[in-house]
């Protein structure tokens, strides 16, 4: 029997470790700095506008229907609870929401009518009730007791629908929403992200059934793995202070769930969303303090790595899943090294259930998506008669169909294509691999480049691009210690010094470059005045071969380890401390399952994605980043 090839990520890994170490002692053009040390930019850095596609706005009005609520701690009624149905704000992240109706008190049995006829802002408004004080059976009345439940658009909603509201829908309501909320049960968007907040809502409403209280939801996609015992854990943690059932719950939970100014919370939904915001610290001890409580099961064995919410998913044909992409309706698009396309929803459930074969998928390590939700994924090898063998570019629509034939895009020079981005003005930027040229491609696949690409002796085994503000792309040299800044006419080149084995590159809102550095377990940053801030932040030692970055809306850098099993959070350009760990040592999800972390994206509603090539899964971390405008075209922007 014959073996399948190894992917060329490990040929190629082998011959940019031994060129690495040569071409350190290259001379490259740019200013430098040394690792870890910021350096004074020598001028006042500049953006260029960006300016996106439009996104969907809420509008209309919809008369709401009844529903019959029952707020409980545990398995107890809360009675003498106040319950308010709110419609989220639209003016902003955290903005007010809309108090819709009146409010209703619980009875005896915890449970309260809320009557028909309030008016929806918009008919796809999305709506969530807030339980606040009351007492738990017999325990005495406790104002600290404040619970909530995502029931999602206004127009989805169903006349006497019943609705529970306890421990389980709070911690699911805080985590999927953190990125929309601010304290005190406030929680709103912007109002072009009208897609971000429905997806973080189905979200909430994937992880805690709001008709049931129990996790997970019923739409829970049958590829997923719950995390209903991490869920149940941080539902005993509050229990513990809303059944009254320990003298010190609500204090000992107050104190394990302060934000990171140190400022504790004075209620149970503000001490779920500190915790959702705040995952690595108090690991232990918030631990030991859920056991206080029974009332959840199933519940984590033993303390986690940390209390980031994660879902594994598999299926929909991954085999080596490399390169992701979000869509403008924040439905994940996956390419895959072994000739297969996948997509998910933005809960995860496949799109297309054996994935997409054909087309010309041939050996796939990227993928972007342009700005018509079309995916463009490179394929290294192509059949002979296709360009000679020397590969091609498939593009698919969000149905799966080729947007460039039975064999993708051939023309421009293409050779061993590794890596795509697009930019806000169309242009498809694609490295090569092969021959160490850069192939630009309009939105139909007419070579805008010449006929054999770009090339400079500075080029030295390109494996990613990214694009600036400005229309620049950004070219990683994985066999070199330089990156290589290129004019979109071809008509410049300039190299910085400052990197060892350059795997990934992203830009930030600033137009800074921030590059993953895989034979240097760091990520150097560079700013948009050319001046190499810091040659390597290394995160106290926690990166490792590192693969891929991304930039959330708030200029936070997350990173993907390949040979770790953690993502890693970095602080952003506009802060005191750039290239500062923000995650623990042992980064956020050692306990996710990753494994060869490929590549990471960041989806409108907040949640990161990483593709793991090594167990051919997904992994999303649910609400962990500032959410960013989707398809990702040029610099990250807040949706």
């Given at each position: 029997?014959?073996?399948?090839?190894?992917?060329?990520?490990?040929?190629r890994?082998?011959?940019?470790?031994?060129?690495?170490?040569?071409?350190?002692?290259?001379?490259?053009?740019g200013?430098?700095?040394?690792?870890?040390?910021?350096?004074?930019?020598?001028?006042?850095?500049?953006?260029?506008?960006v300016?996106?596609p439009?996104?969907?706005?809420?509008?209309?009005?919809?008369?709401?229907?009844?529903?019959s609520?029952?707020?409980l701690?545990?398995?107890?009624?809360?009675?003498?609870a106040?319950?308010?149905?709110y419609?989220?704000g639209?003016?902003?992240?955290?903005?007010?929401?809309?108090?819709?109706?009146?409010?209703?008190t619980?009875?005896?049995?915890?449970?309260?009518s809320?009557?028909?006829?309030?008016?929806?802002?918009?008919?796809?408004?999305?709506?969530?009730?807030?339980s606040?004080g009351?007492?738990a059976?017999?325990?005495?009345?406790?104002?600290?007791?404040?619970l909530?439940?995502?029931?999602?658009?206004c127009?989805?909603q169903?006349?006497g629908?019943a609705?529970?509201?306890?421990?389980?829908?709070?911690?699911?309501a805080?985590y999927?929403?953190?990125?929309f909320?601010?304290?005190?049960?406030?929680?709103?968007?912007?109002?072009?992200?009208?897609?971000g907040?429905?997806?973080?809502?189905?979200?909430?409403i994937?992880?805690?059934?709001?008709?049931?209280?129990?996790?997970?939801?019923?739409?829970?996609?049958?590829n997923?793995?719950?995390?209903?015992?991490?869920?149940?854990?941080?539902?005993?943690?509050?229990n513990?202070?809303?059944?009254?059932?320990?003298?010190?719950?609500?204090?000992?939970l107050y104190?394990?769930?302060?934000?990171?100014?140190?400022?504790?919370?004075?209620?149970?939904?503000?001490?779920?969303?500190?915790?959702?915001?705040?995952?690595?610290?108090?690991?232990?001890?918030?631990?030991?303090?859920?056991?206080?409580?029974?009332?959840?099961?199933p519940?984590?064995?033993?303390a986690?790595?940390d209390?980031?919410?994660?879902?594994?998913?598999?299926?929909?044909g991954?085999?080596?899943?490399?390169?992701?992409?979000i869509?403008?309706?924040?439905?994940v698009?996956?390419?895959?090294?072994?000739?297969?396309?996948?997509a998910?929803?933005p809960?995860?459930?496949?799109?297309?259930?054996?994935?997409?074969t054909g087309l010309?998928?041939?050996?796939s390590?990227?993928l972007?998506?342009?700005?018509?939700?079309?995916?463009?994924?490179?394929?290294?090898q192509s059949?002979?008669?296709?360009?000679?063998?020397?590969?091609?570019?498939s593009?698919?629509?969000?149905?799966?169909?080729?947007?460039?034939?039975?064999n993708?895009?051939?023309?421009?020079?293409?050779?061993y294509p590794?890596?795509?981005?697009?930019?806000?003005?169309?242009?498809s930027?694609?490295?090569?691999?092969?021959?160490?040229?850069?192939?630009l491609?309009s939105?139909t696949?007419?070579?805008?480049?010449?006929?054999?690409?770009?090339?400079?002796?500075?080029?030295?085994?390109?494996?990613?691009?990214?694009?600036?503000?400005n229309?620049?792309?950004?070219?990683?040299n994985?066999?070199?210690?330089?990156?290589?800044?290129v004019?979109?006419?071809?008509?410049?080149?300039?190299?910085?010094?400052?990197?060892?084995?350059?795997?990934?590159?992203?830009?930030d809102?600033?137009?800074?470059v921030?590059?993953a550095?895989?034979?240097?377990?760091?990520?150097?940053?560079?700013?948009?005045?050319?001046?190499v801030?810091?040659?390597?932040?290394?995160a106290s030692?926690?990166?490792?071969?590192?693969?891929s970055?991304?930039?959330?809306?708030?200029?936070?850098?997350?990173?993907a380890?390949?040979?770790?099993?953690?993502?890693?959070e970095?602080?952003?350009?506009?802060?005191?401390?750039p290239?500062?760990?923000?995650?623990?040592?042992?980064?956020?999800g050692?306990?996710?399952?990753?494994?060869?972390?490929?590549?990471l994206?960041?989806?409108?509603?907040?949640?990161?994605?990483?593709s793991?090539?090594?167990?051919n899964?997904?992994?999303?971390?649910?609400?962990?980043?500032?959410?960013?405008?989707?398809?990702?075209?040029?610099t990250?922007?807040l949706?």
């Amino acid at each position: 029997m014959q073996l399948p090839a190894l992917p060329v990520l490990r040929l190629r890994g082998a011959l940019a470790a031994v060129t690495c170490s040569l071409a350190l002692s290259l001379a490259g053009c740019g200013t430098s700095g040394t690792a870890g040390t910021p350096v004074t930019p020598a001028c006042t850095p500049t953006v260029a506008p960006v300016t996106a596609p439009a996104t969907p706005v809420a509008t209309g009005t919809l008369t709401g229907v009844a529903m019959s609520v029952k707020v409980l701690a545990g398995v107890q009624p809360i009675t003498g609870a106040s319950v308010q149905l709110y419609a989220a704000g639209m003016t902003g992240l955290g903005s007010a929401p809309t108090a819709l109706a009146s409010a209703v008190t619980t009875a005896s049995t915890g449970a309260a009518s809320i009557p028909a006829g309030y008016t929806c802002p918009a008919t796809n408004s999305q709506l969530y009730v807030v339980s606040r004080g009351g007492q738990a059976g017999s325990a005495a009345a406790n104002s600290g007791i404040v619970l909530m439940t995502a029931l999602g658009a206004c127009n989805q909603q169903t006349a006497g629908e019943a609705v529970v509201v306890n421990e389980v829908t709070t911690v699911a309501a805080a985590y999927a929403l953190s990125q929309f909320m601010a304290a005190g049960g406030v929680v709103g968007a912007t109002s072009t992200n009208v897609t971000g907040i429905a997806n973080a809502f189905a979200t909430a409403i994937n992880l805690a059934n709001p008709a049931l209280g129990t996790s997970p939801g019923s739409t829970f996609p049958t590829n997923g793995v719950s995390p209903a015992p991490r869920i149940d854990s941080v539902a005993n943690l509050l229990n513990a202070c809303t059944s009254g059932t320990a003298a010190t719950g609500c204090s000992q939970l107050y104190t394990l769930t302060a934000n990171s100014p140190g400022v504790a919370p004075t209620n149970t939904l503000d001490a779920a969303f500190n915790l959702a915001r705040n995952p690595g610290t108090s690991i232990a001890t918030r631990y030991t303090q859920s056991l206080v409580s029974t009332a959840f099961s199933p519940v984590l064995a033993a303390a986690p790595a940390d209390w980031t919410m994660t879902i594994t998913y598999s299926g929909g044909g991954m085999n080596s899943p490399s390169g992701l992409g979000i869509d403008s309706a924040g439905n994940v698009r996956v390419a895959n090294y072994f000739n297969v396309a996948s997509a998910f929803s933005p809960i995860g459930a496949p799109l297309y259930p054996s994935g997409v074969t054909g087309l010309g998928l041939d050996n796939s390590y990227g993928l972007a998506v342009d700005a018509n939700d079309n995916a463009w994924i490179p394929n290294e090898q192509s059949p002979y008669a296709v360009n000679s063998s020397f590969g091609s570019v498939s593009v698919l629509n969000k149905a799966g169909a080729s947007q460039a034939g039975s064999n993708g895009y051939s023309a421009g020079g293409l050779n061993y294509p590794i890596a795509v981005a697009i930019d806000v003005n169309t242009t498809s930027w694609v490295v090569d691999y092969g021959n160490s040229h850069l192939t630009l491609l309009s939105n139909t696949g007419t070579p805008l480049s010449g006929a054999s690409g770009y090339t400079t002796p500075l080029f030295a085994f390109p494996v990613a691009v990214a694009i600036d503000g400005n229309h620049y792309g950004w070219i990683a040299n994985q066999s070199s210690n330089t990156v290589t800044k290129v004019a979109p006419d071809g008509s410049s080149f300039t190299n910085y010094t400052c990197c060892t084995g350059a795997s990934a590159v992203a830009v930030d809102q600033q137009n800074n470059v921030w590059v993953a550095n895989f034979y240097g377990d760091s990520v150097s940053q560079i700013n948009s005045c050319g001046t190499v801030v810091s040659t390597g932040y290394t995160a106290s030692g926690s990166l490792n071969h590192p693969q891929s970055v991304a930039i959330d809306g708030a200029g936070t850098v997350w990173v993907a380890n390949f040979r770790q099993t953690y993502i890693t959070e970095l602080a952003g350009s506009t802060t005191s401390s750039p290239g500062a760990a923000l995650s623990p040592s042992g980064g956020f999800g050692a306990d996710a399952g990753l494994l060869e972390a490929y590549a990471l994206a960041i989806a409108p509603s907040g949640d990161i994605w990483v593709s793991n090539f090594g167990s051919n899964t997904l992994t999303e971390f649910v609400g962990l980043a500032r959410p960013v405008r989707t398809p990702l075209l040029s610099t990250p922007q807040l949706p």
